[in-house]
């Protein structure tokens, strides 16, 4: 790919990672971005080596989610580092995915907590699970919105969470997830 359809993956990423109501995967990761702006640009490098390095744009989405779901918003502090870490975590989705179920059913000891208190929450923002997982329940059982709308939040601590987890959802939902295993480990962990 070249710079310019680089620069427009990212900007609509971009928009989505940033911008509450911009979804890119329903406008098929398009923007208005004009190639005449591009040209303007004085970070148009880090757009043409990305575009030259990963080729497809399948790759290069993988490239900006890693960075976005990470925090790192500006091109020149995009690392190759998140990308492997998030390839990384994409291999080994159905381990963590149980592993992370173990450490939330010490925590809980039912399902029906996970989905109706902020304990989920809680250990994602102490690092102790991956975001991912929490991603995979609410791919499955859908809990984030109501959880969103009922859990007293005076500080807006689980707002900027929240928002993180929707939107990646919404990307993570794109690949080819084993929702059958999913099922299963769930019902395995929380059946001991």
């Given at each position: ?25 329903r ?68 381990y ?69 987890i ?27």
């Amino acid at each position: 790919m070249n710079g310019y359809q680089t620069y427009v993956l990212y900007q609509s990423l971009k928009l989505h990672f940033h911008n509450e109501s911009y979804d890119a995967t329903r406008y098929n990761f398009k923007t208005s971005a004009k190639e005449s702006s591009f040209s303007h640009r004085k970070d148009r490098f880090f757009f043409e080596r990305i575009g030259g390095k990963y080729k497809t744009g399948d790759r290069i989405i993988d490239y900006f989610t890693a960075n976005f779901s990470q925090g790192v918003s500006w091109i020149g502090d995009m690392r190759e580092e998140n990308l492997n870490q998030f390839d990384k975590r994409m291999d080994s989705l159905t381990y963590q995915f149980e592993k992370d179920l173990n450490i939330l059913h010490d925590e809980c000891e039912s399902f029906d907590k996970i989905c109706t208190s902020s304990i989920p929450l809680d250990l994602l923002l102490s690092d102790r699970i991956n975001i991912e997982s929490i991603i995979l329940i609410d791919l499955l059982v859908n809990f984030c919105n109501t959880l969103r709308k009922n859990l007293p939040d005076p500080l807006t601590m689980y707002d900027e969470q929240f928002q993180r987890i929707l939107k990646y959802k919404l990307l993570l939902r794109r690949r080819n997830l084993p929702y059958d295993k999913l099922k299963k480990t769930i019902k395995k962990v929380f059946t001991k």
